[in-house]
């Protein structure tokens, strides 16, 4: 068995004390400084299907703020990749801090208005895509297609080399990642676990569908999951200043950096739901840390963050 590419971090809160709960960190933000998180486990098998391939370069979808685009934009600028990223928003985000970088590392922007983007799925917007930029290989928002799910599903194995747990705990946007735990915990030899997503969006009971549409067969059948949708603290990418405060107060107990958006929420709502008494005592927990660190610098050029209270980032050229 190949080693594991990301530690799993034991901490320590005062209220998994009194509650007697074993919490534990699968640091996949640290797996690399720029495809942090889920991105990388969802980009391996993508990038690995674009090398060497007779694709003229890749395609993909995203807000202009969007961690995938981001970390698109520097793997594809690794592995020599022409890219386009279909952006949700006007062109005047084309100099904000996500976007400054995706550009820096060599991908297109293609900008569409809130309503062309909607038709991301539609086949006959994807023709007419593919016609403007023949020979692109297309790869959906948020980077959550079945070669995504193969790619997510090597975290279970690694934690079940690493340590017997009984929840894990992720964020959900598109539904991808935990997708990808579902399936790889359906296949495992090991007991299996409870899974539990925290979506980030208000009313997103939709994606319960969304997330069976991308399950592989034997991941359907698999039951022991659920989609926590009373943890979105008002929408995607809201929180309260509460939140805020909570949320730096545990990184400072931790010594983690979970960021507001998304590994942040997952959090906030572990802390809600230890105070209902949710999880048994002596329940061994593993938070999985998606990454998406660079959303900061969106947040606080925006002013919704003040850059004192948050580490600086930094990325290659
Ligand atoms: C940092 C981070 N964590 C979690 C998620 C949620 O993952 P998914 O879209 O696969 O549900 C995303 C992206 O959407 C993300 O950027």
New binding site residues.
């Given amino acids: 068995m190949p080693n594991p590419l990301s530690k799993l971090e034991k901490i320590n809160h005062p209220l998994f004390d009194k509650y007697q709960l074993d919490v534990r960190v699968k640091r996949d933000?640290l797996i690399d400084n720029t495809i942090?998180?889920?991105?990388w486990r969802?980009l391996k098998y993508n990038l690995k299907q674009l090398k060497g391939s007779h694709y003229q370069g890749a395609i993909t979808f995203g807000g202009s703020y969007?961690?995938?685009i981001h970390?698109f934009a520097y793997a594809c600028k690794q592995h020599n990749i022409p890219c386009i990223g279909v952006i949700r928003g006007e062109a005047r985000y084309a100099n904000n801090f996500t976007l400054s970088w995706a550009r820096q590392w060599g991908m297109q922007c293609h900008f569409v208005d809130r309503k062309t983007y909607r038709r991301r799925f539609e086949t006959d917007f994807l023709a007419e895509l593919a016609e403007l930029y023949p020979g692109y290989f297309f790869i959906p928002?948020?980077?959550?297609n079945s070669l995504?799910i193969t790619g997510?599903a090597e975290i279970i194995t690694e934690l079940n080399q690493q340590t017997e747990f009984d929840t894990l705990l992720?964020?959900?946007?598109?539904?991808?990642?935990?997708?990808?735990l579902i399936s790889g915990d359906s296949v495992a030899q090991c007991k299996h676990h409870k899974i539990l997503?925290v979506a980030?969006l208000k009313q997103a009971e939709y994606?319960i569908e969304e997330?069976k549409c991308l399950l592989t067969p034997k991941a359907l059948k698999h039951n022991n999951w659920r989609l926590l949708t009373d943890y979105h603290r008002g929408g995607y990418a809201k929180f309260s200043t509460q939140d805020i405060v909570r949320l730096r107060e545990f990184n400072q107990i931790t010594g983690i950096t979970f960021?507001p958006?998304?590994?942040g929420k997952?959090v906030l709502a572990l802390l809600d739901l230890i105070e209902q008494k949710y999880f048994s005592q002596g329940e061994r927990i593993i938070l999985l840390h998606?990454?998406?660190?660079q959303?900061l610098g969106g947040m606080i050029e925006q002013g919704k963050l003040s850059a004192d209270d948050w580490p600086a980032l930094t990325y290659a050229d």
């Fill in positions: 933000d942090s998180g889920n991105k969802k969007s961690n995938h970390a928002e948020g980077g959550s995504a997510v992720t964020p959900v946007g598109s539904g991808g990642t935990i997708a990808g997503g980030v994606l997330i960021e958006v998304y590994s997952m998606t990454g998406g660190l959303g």
